[in-house]
């Protein structure tokens, strides 16, 4: 295997994209590197001290810093899509926009954010997620009677029931009405750069992108993609693709 346990075993070819649009103005590029030998859940970790750096702690960070304290790698099914994809040959392409890029943004962003209409958008959240998921009141009630914290076992499987699709709308509409700028920022612009990515990719020619050692072993152009996102970029993205004259199918699942 080439790649196995987060670990890259030989050098892989990858595709990703150069730009800021939109929001920084400019094009999107579509380039190519070759991805060294690595431990990549390692680098993966530590998202947490790379948003120290910004000078405004902000609660993108401390969810992260969260998560990591328990063990929990943000971005581990990432990870897993591009070890199953390196597993089968397939052409990895890395579709969303550079953190540093969104870290800046997202820097813009709260300094136009107002932080009471944050609150009431997280204590409204807060309500919406109890009424839809008993089990969180339960497990509140639980914790407060034994006096223990939440396990990293019972964080995982509340994260897990967390993630569906009717929960993580209703979650970026309260954080889009609340905070505009911020859902531009975080979620909006990337919505918008993977399309678009999406979009380039299939109408370019990877030979004019891949270096001369794959071009025998990758097609001139892509008949199938599979798109790894977040759960709260799927409406956003489906929605830019259908703009740029994109139809879905339905699935045969």
Same mark, same amino acid.
């Given at each position: 295997?080439?790649?196995? @346990?987060?670990?890259?075993?030989?050098?892989?070819?990858?595709?990703?994209?150069?730009?800021?649009?939109?929001?920084?103005?400019?094009?999107?590029?579509?380039?190519?590197?070759?991805?060294?030998?690595? @431990?990549?859940?390692?680098?993966?970790?530590?998202?947490?001290?790379?948003?120290?750096?910004?000078?405004?702690?902000?609660?993108?960070?401390?969810?992260?810093?969260?998560?990591?304290?328990?063990? +929990?790698?943000?971005?581990?099914?990432?990870?897993?899509?591009?070890?199953?994809?390196? @597993?089968?040959?397939?052409? +990895?392409?890395?579709?969303?926009?550079?953190?540093?890029?969104?870290?800046?943004?997202?820097?813009?962003?709260?300094?136009?954010?107002?932080?009471?209409?944050?609150?009431?958008?997280?204590?409204?959240?807060?309500?919406?997620?109890?009424?839809?998921?008993?089990?969180?009141?339960?497990?509140?009630?639980?914790?407060?009677?034994?006096?223990?914290?939440?396990?990293?076992?019972?964080?995982?499987?509340?994260?897990?029931?967390?993630?569906?699709?009717?929960?993580?709308?209703?979650?970026?509409?309260?954080?889009?009405?609340?905070?505009?700028?911020?859902?531009?920022?975080?979620?909006?612009?990337?919505?918008?750069?993977?399309?678009?990515?999406?979009?380039?990719?299939?109408?370019?020619?990877?030979?004019?992108?891949?270096?001369?050692?794959?071009?025998?072993?990758?097609?001139?152009?892509?008949?199938?993609?599979?798109?790894? +996102?977040?759960?709260?970029?799927?409406?956003?993205?489906?929605?830019?693709?259908?703009?740029?004259?994109?139809?879905?199918?339905?699935?045969?699942?």
């Amino acid at each position: 295997h080439a790649f196995r @346990n987060g670990q890259i075993n030989r050098p892989i070819t990858i595709l990703f994209f150069t730009g800021e649009s939109p929001g920084g103005g400019g094009n999107i590029t579509l380039q190519s590197a070759i991805l060294a030998p690595q @431990n990549l859940e390692k680098r993966s970790r530590g998202v947490a001290r790379l948003l120290e750096k910004m000078t405004l702690k902000n609660p993108i960070q401390e969810m992260y810093e969260g998560l990591e304290a328990r063990g +929990i790698t943000a971005g581990a099914e990432f990870i897993t899509a591009v070890e199953e994809g390196v @597993n089968i040959d397939s052409l +990895i392409i890395l579709g969303d926009r550079r953190m540093d890029i969104t870290l800046r943004r997202l820097a813009t962003a709260l300094f136009h954010t107002d932080p009471q209409k944050l609150m009431e958008a997280d204590r409204i959240i807060t309500l919406k997620l109890r009424d839809r998921i008993p089990e969180i009141t339960q497990l509140e009630e639980e914790l407060k009677r034994q006096k223990r914290e939440l396990s990293t076992e019972e964080l995982t499987l509340l994260v897990e029931q967390i993630k569906t699709k009717e929960t993580t709308e209703e979650i970026m509409k309260e954080m889009q009405k609340a905070a505009p700028e911020l859902y531009q920022a975080l979620v909006g612009e990337r919505d918008i750069f993977m399309a678009r990515g999406m979009d380039i990719v299939f109408s370019s020619s990877l030979s004019s992108v891949l270096p001369p050692p794959s071009l025998t072993a990758s097609p001139s152009s892509l008949q199938t993609m599979v798109a790894v +996102i977040g759960l709260g970029h799927v409406s956003g993205v489906g929605k830019e693709l259908q703009s740029l004259g994109w139809q879905f199918v339905p699935s045969q699942c």
